[in-house]
């Protein structure tokens, strides 16, 4: 079982629509969780952090369920440009005390018109 | 514009040439990373430095070989790659790598695309 695992889409949606993506971790000493965006052959961009009473960006919303080890990013009136990949991130302490960072194989979606 | 600034943008090399690829970030972020992305995979991560000291190699092959000559610069020296090496090459920095939290954010720059002949 991989350590972070996504859907890896790709997720068509139309322009204005509501699109939720969940991410599953199997380490349960994950502390910090995050939602990267990559647009495409570019790099990785935070899109925002993930808090225990979840939290909202403008049309963003993530949530984390520590109980069932997953965490989601809801996108509510998608827009053409949210088309791209979005990575999940989980941050864990890992041997010797280091920062074990893991992504998730990313989900795609393309916003159509 | 990202605050990690990686050159070249994009290098074609031959599998006896000797390159580098070059990292520079200006937040006073004292853990640098390297990072390889195959299309349409995740990143995966080959090494980091914390406060210029290397910390984690992840058993990648020596010819990659990292240098950190200062908390502000990040090297990659290639030498006699493979085809298969051809990739996205990313560097990133972060406020500090040891930390019982594990809350630091990345921050990545642009990218490295390499071609291996």
């Known amino acids: 079982r991989k350590e972070v695992e996504q859907d890896p889409g790709p997720f068509n949606v139309p322009e204005g629509a509501t699109v939720a993506f969940n991410c599953t971790y199997s380490?349960?000493?994950?502390?910090?969780f995050f939602w990267y965006r990559q647009d495409c052959r570019k790099e990785p961009k935070l899109l925002m952090s993930v808090y225990s009473s979840g939290n909202e960006d403008g049309r963003f919303t993530a949530q984390l369920n520590r109980a069932s080890q997953y965490i989601s990013l809801l996108i509510r009136d998608s827009k053409l440009s949210d088309s791209a990949t979005y990575l999940c991130?989980?941050?864990?302490?890992?041997?010797?005390?280091?920062?074990?960072?893991?992504f998730g194989t990313g989900t795609k979606l393309q916003v159509i018109p | 514009d990202t605050e990690v600034t990686q050159t070249p943008k994009h290098l074609v090399m031959g599998m006896t040439n000797k390159k580098s690829l070059k990292c520079e970030q200006h937040?006073?972020?004292?853990?640098m990373y390297w990072y390889k992305q195959k299309a349409k995979k995740p990143p995966e991560l080959m090494f980091v430095?914390?406060?210029?000291?290397?910390?984690i190699n992840e058993s990648v092959p020596s010819r990659f070989s990292p240098e950190c000559p200062n908390s502000s610069l990040l090297n990659l020296h290639l030498h006699a790659l493979q085809p298969e090496d051809s990739a996205l090459y990313l560097c990133?920095?972060?406020?500090?790598?040891?930390?019982?939290?594990?809350?630091?954010?990345?921050?990545f720059g642009a990218g490295s695309r390499l071609t291996v002949l």
């Open positions: 430095y914390s406060y210029e000291k290397l910390s």
């Open positions: 991130v989980v941050n864990a302490v890992g041997p010797g005390g280091y920062q074990k960072v893991t």
């Open positions: 990133a920095s972060s406020q500090v790598y040891l930390q019982g939290s594990g809350a630091n954010v990345l921050t």
């Open positions: 380490n349960s000493a994950s502390q910090s």
């Open positions: 937040m006073g972020h004292r853990a």
